[in-house]
């Protein structure tokens, strides 16, 4: 055994306890397998019980929570099939794999993207044509029927939506992609599951064991003291936080919607429960367990119940609990929050680096919008500039949008430093991206829209608020080049930031709005499935049709995503420097051993330029853009930038 004196006596104990367990487990299995599970079990120990012991240490029964997580572990590693031990043994030896800049991700709706699981293996050729490197398969697992908050109300997280599908098509799936090299991700809803799981039908019949699953009071007086300081998610459709449940006499805690029931997770069954859910996923071949409304799991009464220490630490103990069973797993933390939040679900402090791998970076996704609306890039360089520093093991997961809205996460102090009115500007997005200010490019749609507080969120496709949808309506060639432009502006954006990009279905071809989704009584009432499209592969197959719209964006993708797996600046262990140098170009600076990267983009319509002087600064004494593939002319005194232009200068 390791020399565990780095160790507190207690853990110490501890530790030879539960590694006592995992060997009764593990004692069928060859004594190298055995030494390996052990090995990795000594190596993140330390982190577990960091995690776990603010949570659940006074608890009496702490111990035995401990022995009987590490012998659920071991039993995880025991039948955990050999290809994928082989791929546990690949992301020890190389942990940087999803930080790397050949990685790309590509995100869909299996329903709308293939039909099927099986559907999904008919397409593989043009995920490999993408070049993607990361699938995140969305409304996978089994949704309670009916509404279902776009299958994020789970009822059964072992299970797939019938639809779909079979378990084992899972498992197909996910063995075919990896052979192609790519990784699955999947939805792990840690908030909240479906008032029809059996969780919660057990609990609204009475079992007490499932009612401290949830969190449950007899009447409104609880209820009341946390209303007081909580927000409301969907005030339009589901306001307040709680449901009363007749079955139980009991008012429920119901963040999002009332068949959406809070999950306790001040119960460590709730903690230990989740565990199973991932060694099966990951045992199926799930590489990438993208943690669900992660923010939301911790309650303080008189708090806003967002982003609380405890979330931190649980987070923490759940990545260890893989890197101990299933050392290839990665783990992405869906907090859509503030940057001085947000930074928290990569670790800070004594969690510094252990939280999640990857974190999406809402900041770019907004301010990529406010800075197109607004022609002026100083509110996105003064918010970007004020991120702190990221641990070295981390990655941004970088997109311009997703299967959600959009909510305009722009501070009034923020705001207040480029001399702007934070409600003022989050007044005019709402209304540009909208379509309702005078001369906007966007066709949007306002969702949930707070009176008491003017939130105004947006719905809408990346081509339709980009200006294609309206451009072609108006058979204005040059409209839909500006169009095109600004979608390959963004496109580059967040494959040039450093990180993991993440492709949002249709994109790539410019999908516009579907409004169909009116006609379709399950949908109707919520339009963000407004940007939720079925693939058209008719649309598809015209990227082959030179010159047309979808041949243009695609061709301008791929050339992106090849510059990207060229630029080994772009590794994602590199931080990302933002200059504030011009007031309508966002520059940013990527230092590498093998040089630095300059990347410039034009967030106007209009010709721009930039000193020279910037780019000798920082060392780029004879720059070669990546994306045009050519040395820029340097005889001059100033670079000069063209509207919507993108370059990538080493």
């Given at each position: 055994m390791?020399?565990?004196?780095?160790?507190?006596?207690?853990v110490r104990?501890?530790?030879?306890?539960a590694?006592?367990?995992a060997r009764?487990?593990l004692?069928?299995?060859?004594?190298?397998d055995?030494?390996l599970?052990l090995?990795r079990?000594?190596r993140w120990?330390?982190?577990?019980?960091?995690?776990?012991?603010?949570?659940?240490g006074?608890?009496h029964d702490?111990?035995?929570?401990?022995t009987r997580l590490v012998?659920?572990?071991?039993?995880q590693?025991l039948?955990?099939?050999e290809?994928l031990?082989l791929?546990?043994?690949?992301?020890?030896?190389s942990?940087?794999?999803?930080?790397?800049e050949?990685?790309?991700?590509?995100?869909c709706?299996?329903?709308?993207?293939?039909g099927?699981l099986?559907?999904v293996?008919?397409?593989?050729?043009y995920l490999?044509?993408?070049g993607?490197t990361y699938v995140?398969?969305m409304?996978?697992?089994?949704?309670?029927e009916?509404?279902?908050?776009?299958?994020?109300?789970?009822?059964?997280?072992?299970d797939v939506?019938?639809?779909?599908?079979?378990?084992?098509?899972l498992?197909?799936?996910?063995?075919?992609?990896?052979?192609?090299?790519?990784?699955?991700c999947v939805?792990?809803?840690?908030?909240?599951?479906?008032?029809?799981?059996?969780w919660a039908?057990?609990?609204a019949?009475g079992?007490?064991r499932?009612?401290d699953y949830?969190?449950?009071?007899p009447?409104r007086?609880e209820?009341?003291?946390?209303e007081?300081t909580?927000?409301?998610?969907?005030?339009?459709?589901?306001p307040?936080?709680?449901?009363?449940?007749?079955?139980?006499?009991?008012w429920?805690w119901?963040?999002f919607?009332?068949?959406?029931?809070d999950?306790?997770?001040?119960n460590?069954?709730?903690?230990?429960?989740l565990v199973h859910?991932?060694g099966?996923?990951?045992n199926?071949g799930v590489e990438?367990?993208r943690?669900?409304?992660?923010?939301?799991?911790?309650?303080?009464l008189?708090?806003?119940c967002?982003?609380?220490p405890e979330?931190?630490d649980l987070?923490q103990?759940?990545?260890?609990?893989s890197?101990i069973a299933?050392?290839?797993v990665?783990?992405k933390?869906?907090a859509?929050v503030?940057?001085?939040?947000l930074?928290h679900y990569f670790g800070?402090?004594?969690?510094f680096?252990?939280?999640?791998n990857?974190?999406y970076?809402?900041?770019?996704?907004?301010?990529f919008w406010?800075a197109?609306?607004?022609?002026?890039?100083?509110?996105m360089t003064?918010t970007l500039r004020s991120f702190p520093?990221?641990p070295?093991?981390?990655a941004w997961?970088c997109?311009?949008?997703?299967?959600?809205d959009i909510?305009?996460?722009?501070?009034d102090e923020d705001a207040a430093?480029v001399g702007?009115s934070?409600q003022?500007?989050?007044?005019?997005l709402?209304?540009?991206?909208s379509?309702?200010?005078p001369?906007?490019?966007a066709?949007?749609?306002?969702?949930?829209?707070?009176p008491?507080t003017?939130?105004?969120?947006?719905?809408?496709?990346f081509?339709?608020?980009?200006g294609?949808?309206a451009?072609?309506?108006a058979r204005?060639e040059?409209l839909v080049q500006?169009a095109?432009?600004?979608?390959l502006l963004?496109?580059?954006l967040?494959c040039g930031?450093g990180g993991?990009?993440?492709l949002y279905m249709g994109d790539?071809?410019g999908?516009?709005?579907d409004y169909?989704?009116l006609?379709?009584p399950?949908h109707?009432?919520?339009?963000?499935w407004?940007h939720r499209?079925?693939?058209?592969w008719?649309?598809v197959a015209?990227r082959?049709?030179?010159g047309?719209?979808?041949h243009?964006l695609?061709?301008g993708l791929?050339?992106?995503?090849?510059a990207?797996?060229r630029?080994?600046q772009l590794?994602a262990?590199?931080?990302?420097?933002?200059?504030?140098?011009?007031p309508?170009l966002?520059?940013?600076?990527?230092?590498?051993?093998l040089?630095?990267?300059?990347?410039?983009?034009?967030?106007?319509?209009?010709?721009?330029t930039?000193l020279?002087?910037?780019?000798?600064?920082?060392?780029l004494v004879?720059?070669f853009?990546q994306l045009?593939q050519?040395?820029?002319?340097?005889?001059g005194e100033h670079?000069?930038v063209?509207p919507?232009?993108?370059?990538?200068l080493?």
């Amino acid at each position: 055994m390791a020399n565990l004196s780095y160790m507190t006596p207690d853990v110490r104990a501890l530790f030879g306890e539960a590694s006592a367990a995992a060997r009764e487990v593990l004692v069928s299995l060859p004594t190298r397998d055995r030494d390996l599970f052990l090995a990795r079990l000594e190596r993140w120990f330390q982190n577990l019980v960091d995690g776990l012991g603010p949570v659940y240490g006074t608890r009496h029964d702490y111990d035995a929570v401990i022995t009987r997580l590490v012998r659920m572990l071991a039993r995880q590693y025991l039948e955990r099939p050999e290809p994928l031990k082989l791929l546990d043994l690949e992301r020890d030896l190389s942990p940087d794999w999803f930080q790397r800049e050949t990685m790309v991700g590509y995100v869909c709706y299996v329903e709308r993207f293939a039909g099927t699981l099986q559907g999904v293996l008919e397409r593989l050729d043009y995920l490999s044509e993408l070049g993607v490197t990361y699938v995140h398969l969305m409304y996978v697992l089994r949704p309670r029927e009916g509404e279902n908050d776009g299958g994020y109300a789970i009822a059964d997280y072992v299970d797939v939506d019938p639809r779909l599908g079979s378990i084992d098509d899972l498992d197909v799936v996910c063995a075919a992609l990896r052979e192609r090299g790519m990784s699955v991700c999947v939805d792990l809803v840690l908030n909240h599951c479906a008032d029809t799981h059996v969780w919660a039908k057990a609990a609204a019949a009475g079992d007490e064991r499932y009612r401290d699953y949830f969190y449950t009071y007899p009447t409104r007086e609880e209820p009341d003291a946390f209303e007081r300081t909580l927000p409301e998610v969907f005030p339009d459709f589901a306001p307040g936080n709680f449901t009363w449940v007749s079955a139980m006499q009991r008012w429920v805690w119901t963040t999002f919607n009332a068949y959406q029931w809070d999950l306790n997770w001040s119960n460590p069954a709730v903690f230990l429960e989740l565990v199973h859910i991932m060694g099966e996923l990951a045992n199926r071949g799930v590489e990438v367990m993208r943690m669900d409304a992660v923010a939301f799991m911790w309650k303080r009464l008189g708090t806003d119940c967002q982003n609380q220490p405890e979330v931190h630490d649980l987070l923490q103990a759940l990545r260890a609990c893989s890197k101990i069973a299933t050392a290839a797993v990665a783990h992405k933390a869906e907090a859509i929050v503030s940057p001085s939040d947000l930074i928290h679900y990569f670790g800070t402090g004594r969690r510094f680096g252990k939280v999640a791998n990857v974190a999406y970076h809402n900041s770019l996704m907004v301010q990529f919008w406010s800075a197109l609306a607004s022609r002026d890039t100083r509110l996105m360089t003064h918010t970007l500039r004020s991120f702190p520093p990221t641990p070295p093991s981390i990655a941004w997961g970088c997109y311009i949008r997703c299967h959600d809205d959009i909510g305009w996460a722009v501070t009034d102090e923020d705001a207040a430093a480029v001399g702007l009115s934070g409600q003022g500007h989050r007044h005019f997005l709402s209304d540009y991206y909208s379509g309702q200010f005078p001369g906007s490019h966007a066709r949007g749609a306002v969702f949930q829209y707070n009176p008491a507080t003017g939130d105004r969120r947006i719905s809408g496709s990346f081509a339709s608020l980009c200006g294609l949808e309206a451009a072609l309506e108006a058979r204005d060639e040059r409209l839909v080049q500006f169009a095109i432009d600004r979608i390959l502006l963004g496109h580059a954006l967040i494959c040039g930031f450093g990180g993991l990009p993440l492709l949002y279905m249709g994109d790539e071809i410019g999908l516009r709005n579907d409004y169909g989704y009116l006609r379709d009584p399950d949908h109707a009432a919520d339009n963000r499935w407004l940007h939720r499209p079925t693939m058209d592969w008719e649309a598809v197959a015209r990227r082959f049709l030179v010159g047309s719209v979808e041949h243009r964006l695609f061709e301008g993708l791929l050339a992106i995503l090849r510059a990207r797996k060229r630029t080994p600046q772009l590794h994602a262990t590199y931080p990302t420097e933002v200059l504030d140098v011009h007031p309508h170009l966002l520059v940013t600076l990527r230092r590498n051993p093998l040089g630095p990267m300059l990347a410039v983009f034009n967030l106007t319509e209009a010709h721009q330029t930039l000193l020279m002087a910037v780019l000798h600064e920082h060392g780029l004494v004879q720059p070669f853009d990546q994306l045009d593939q050519r040395f820029v002319d340097t005889s001059g005194e100033h670079l000069h930038v063209a509207p919507y232009q993108r370059v990538w200068l080493v």
